[in-house]
C-alpha cells in the first residue's frame, strides 16, 4: 500500500511541476528574448504565482502541494514523513522541473537561437542561462545572495504556515491555493531583485542540469562563484529556520483550542 501511495504522489508531482514550471519558465523565456517588448519582471512574478496557484489547487488533494523540495525535506526531518514518501516527492518534483525546462526549451528553441545566433553563454549580451535557472545579480556577493534566499524562503515557510496550518484562526479551504500563489507573488516583487528568488531547490536545480546538457555546459555550475549550491542548500535552512521561528514566536504562545473555543461561546453568549 506506502509503495502505491509512493507511486501516486510521484506520478502526480511529476506532470503537475511539469504543469506549475511550464508558466515559470517561459515568462523568463518570453521577457529575455522579447528584449523587454513582450514583458517585464512584474509579469515574471505573476507567471509564477500563477503557476504555484494552479498546481496547489491540482495537487493538494494527492501530494498535500509538495511542491518544494526544501519543504518536504523539512517535513522528513521533522519526522513528519517516510523515506519512501520523501525519495517519491523529490523525484517527482526533480523529474517534472526537468521535463518543464525541456518543454519551455523546445518552445522557445527558434527565439534562442536567433537571440543568440547559437551561441548559448551564461554571462555576457546575449546570455539566456537564467531562462532556466537563477543567477545573482552581478552587485550581490556570494554572502548576501545566500542571505536572500536564506530570508525569502524563511517568508515562504513562514506564509505558508500561517495561512495553512493555524487552526484557532483557518483560511477558507478554497482560498489556500490561491494565498500561496500570492504569497510567491509578494515574495518575488520584494525580495527578487539580488537572486531572482528560487526559493525552491527543485525549482532551480533541474533546470539547471537540464540547461548544462542542452548546450550552456558546465558554466552553469561553476559561474559566479559556483552559486548553484546556493539555491539548493540556502532554502532548506530557511525553511528548517522559519518553522524555529514559528514554534517560537507564534505556535508556543497560543491558547489550547478548547480554550479558544470556550471564548468564542462565551462571547457568543455575551453578544446574545
Not at 522579447?34 to 517585464?40: E, L, P
Not at 520523501?86 to 518543454?103: D, N
Not at 545566433?117 to 546575449?126: D, E, L, S
Not at 490561491?178 to 504569497?183: Q, R
Amino acid at each position: 500500500v506506502q509503495s502505491t501511495t509512493a507511486t501516486r504522489i510521484f506520478l502526480t508531482l511529476l506532470s503537475l511541476f511539469l504543469f506549475t514550471q511550464v508558466f515559470g519558465l517561459s515568462s523568463v523565456a518570453q521577457v529575455v528574448l522579447g528584449k523587454g517588448n513582450t514583458g517585464q519582471y512584474l509579469s515574471i512574478n505573476m507567471a509564477f504565482g500563477i503557476g504555484v496557484t494552479l498546481g496547489v489547487y491540482a495537487a493538494g488533494g494527492v501530494s498535500g502541494a509538495h511542491l518544494n523540495a526544501a519543504i518536504t525535506v523539512t517535513q522528513w526531518v521533522l519526522g513528519n514523513m517516510s523515506w519512501t514518501r520523501l525519495a517519491a516527492y523529490i523525484i517527482g518534483q526533480f523529474l517534472g522541473s526537468f521535463m518543464a525546462a525541456a518543454t519551455v526549451f523546445a518552445l522557445y528553441y527558434d527565439a534562442i537561437y536567433d537571440y543568440t545566433k547559437g551561441n548559448f553563454t551564461v554571462t555576457g549580451p546575449t546570455a539566456t542561462a537564467m531562462i532556466f535557472s537563477t543567477y545573482p545579480a552581478a552587485s550581490v556577493s556570494l554572502q548576501g545572495a545566500f542571505f536572500t534566499e536564506f530570508m525569502a524562503t524563511v517568508m515562504l515557510i513562514l506564509g505558508i504556515l500561517v495561512t495553512h496550518g493555524d487552526k484557532s484562526n483557518p483560511v477558507m479551504k478554497g482560498t489556500k491555493p490561491l494565498l500561496s500563489g500570492l504569497l510567491v507573488l509578494g515574495i518575488g516583487l520584494g525580495m527578487g531583485l539580488n537572486t531572482g528568488y528560487a526559493i525552491n531547490p527543485s525549482r532551480d536545480l533541474p533546470p539547471r542540469i537540464f540547461s548544462a546538457m542542452a548546450g550552456w555546459g558546465m558554466d552553469v555550475f561553476t559561474a559566479e562563484h559556483s552559486w548553484w549550491w546556493v539555491p539548493v542548500a540556502a532554502p532548506i535552512l530557511g525553511c528548517l529556520a522559519g518553522v524555529f521561528i514559528h514554534k517560537a514566536c507564534i505556535e508556543f504562545h497560543k491558547e489550547p483550542e478548547h480554550e479558544t473555543e470556550n471564548k468564542r461561546e462565551e462571547a457568543g453568549m455575551e453578544t446574545s
